[in-house]
């Protein structure tokens, strides 16, 4: 399984790179003294990213050419822990090699794009596998899988928000169970809930946190609702292709577009038959209807299942599934949801189609199995074509040469003035995958001279600004500044500076 993993994209290894927010991390721990002081930086985003520190920070320890296959091997380490759970431990859900092979072929092929593919920037999107792993492994006779459980969900609790999301059915499991072993789980997750509310309030009070994710007002609730339906259902059941198909056409024809002034552009540019003209105003008329009639269906199939569902399954799998999906998409930007935030959500559905071969060996199933059959063909079928839009290499457009991390060095090692450039780049539109980064003043960049990125941030540790915060109190008027990334143009832009390099 790991194999597989490599072989969608063996060039993560022949030709590492580091990814997007990976060369701000790497630029900012590369001018620390010791690498472990990288875990104490009071950095962007507000809230704790321990796996995604780790991976640059031990990439500053080997020699700077092997530094991005560093942080690629810990996205692969993060990526294989749910692969180490399935076919290393037992649970009734996994206990034999067929349902290990599965359920690991389902996350691998079925959950996943390349958004998240062997990279430390995105692992945060992968630990809630695990967790979810853990919370539903009712198995736990063993001392040593409990002591492996207990770190890694502190580990994912320190790296991940959505685990930190994910908490609150933990609790529920130990008022149910009382089980010692569900205390544990608890105990960790209220230390690691103080840990990342701690850095959360001091990034805060230091004017250093993420963009306003709940402008409920600039929402609109027709797309959200179609995006719901698109990166949590019909995405894992069947496929990329398909969902963004489906979310296309509700933001076509369900949404505030001016439909009449689009008939009156095609009519203009081109002589389209009266019958084709007819079609899109009809399906104009049936798509919010449809959407509607879908969302009924969806909650009418979620009552059934809630009914003949056992009490774990009711609480750890079909309401985490409904709990999760709304809230990330909610929490999301411009709660418009993603297929990144969509991989536990996808996971989960589909591993409780799993389930119910296994409670109900003796019936038929032929839904369950036909769904998994689908989603594991139509995965295997776009496991590259998933990672297309993420990787230089094209289909029938023009192919841009992305950088390749040791001719930036080179350059950077005769003129140490030159900012070497990293992933992503500069892509043509290829086929129905759309350009990316067409404004080269966007391309990411690494200063191997001076962590700009961290000046930009004040150069503080966390630990001392906490305890600054703590001596001047914490302020109830917290001047907020909204951080981004101004790549190779300085890194980093905040509020008024921002507004001037837009100008």
């Known amino acids: 399984m790991v194999s597989l993993i490599v072989l969608r994209y063996p060039n993560f290894v022949f030709k590492p790179r580091f990814w997007a927010e990976e060369a701000v991390y790497f630029e900012i721990f590369y001018s620390l003294d010791h690498w472990w002081q990288s875990f104490n930086l009071l950095i962007y985003p507000a809230y704790y990213l321990f796996l995604s520190r780790l991976g640059p920070s031990l990439a500053t320890v080997f020699p700077i050419e092997y530094a991005p296959l560093v942080t690629s091997f810990v996205g692969l380490i993060v990526l294989s822990i749910p692969l180490l759970i399935i076919f290393y431990t037992d649970s009734i859900y996994w206990s034999t090699i067929k349902s290990k092979l599965l359920i690991s072929s389902l996350y691998i092929f079925s959950s996943t794009t390349g958004e998240v593919w062997m990279t430390s920037t995105n692992v945060g999107f992968i630990v809630p596998v695990f967790i979810f792993l853990i919370l539903i492994d009712e198995n736990l006779i063993s001392k040593a899988k409990r002591f492996f459980y207990n770190a890694l969900l502190f580990i994912g609790a320190i790296s991940s928000p959505i685990a930190m999301l994910m908490a609150p059915f933990f609790y529920i499991k130990y008022f149910i169970s009382r089980e010692v072993t569900s205390r544990n789980y608890c105990i960790i997750l209220f230390f690691a809930a103080l840990i990342q509310m701690a850095h959360y309030l001091t990034a805060s009070h230091f004017g250093m946190v993420a963009e306003d994710r709940l402008d409920i007002g600039s929402w609109d609730i027709t797309t959200s609702l179609g995006n719901l339906l698109a990166y949590n259902i019909i995405f894992p059941l069947f496929g990329y292709f398909i969902s963004l198909l489906f979310r296309e056409f509700f933001a076509l024809f369900a949404i505030g577009l001016d439909l009449e002034g689009v008939l009156e552009s095609i009519n203009t540019s081109s002589a389209l038959s009266p019958n084709i003209l007819f079609l899109i105003e009809f399906l104009s008329k049936i798509a919010f209807p449809v959407l509607c009639i879908l969302l009924l269906t969806v909650i009418y199939v979620v009552f059934l299942l809630m009914s003949r569902a056992t009490l774990n399954k009711k609480i750890f799998v079909i309401s985490l599934f409904i709990y999760l999906s709304l809230v990330l998409n909610g929490l999301s930007l411009g709660a418009l949801g993603g297929f990144r935030y969509s991989l536990i959500t996808a996971f989960i559905l589909l591993f409780y189609l799993h389930s119910m071969l296994i409670d109900y060996p003796d019936n038929k199933n032929y839904i369950a199995k036909i769904l998994l059959s689908c989603s594991l063909i139509v995965g295997v079928l776009e496991y590259y074509p998933r990672l297309h839009n993420y990787v230089p290499d094209t289909f029938v457009a023009e192919e841009i040469q992305w950088p390749n991390w040791n001719d930036e060095l080179k350059i950077w090692q005769e003129n140490n003035t030159y900012l070497p450039k990293v992933w992503p780049y500069i892509k043509n539109k290829d086929s129905i995958y759309p350009a990316r980064l067409k404004n080269e003043a966007n391309i990411f960049c690494i200063d191997l001279n001076h962590p700009k990125n961290w000046e930009r941030m004040g150069f503080r540790y966390f630990s001392s600004s906490f305890?600054?915060?703590?001596?001047?109190?914490?302020?109830?008027?917290?001047?907020?500044?909204?951080?981004?990334?101004?790549?190779?143009?300085?890194?980093i832009i905040i509020n008024g500076e921002q507004e001037s390099l837009r100008q």
């Open 467 to 491: 305890n600054e915060m703590l001596s001047v109190g914490i302020s109830n008027d917290i001047n907020k500044q909204i951080v981004h990334y101004d790549n190779c143009r300085g890194n």
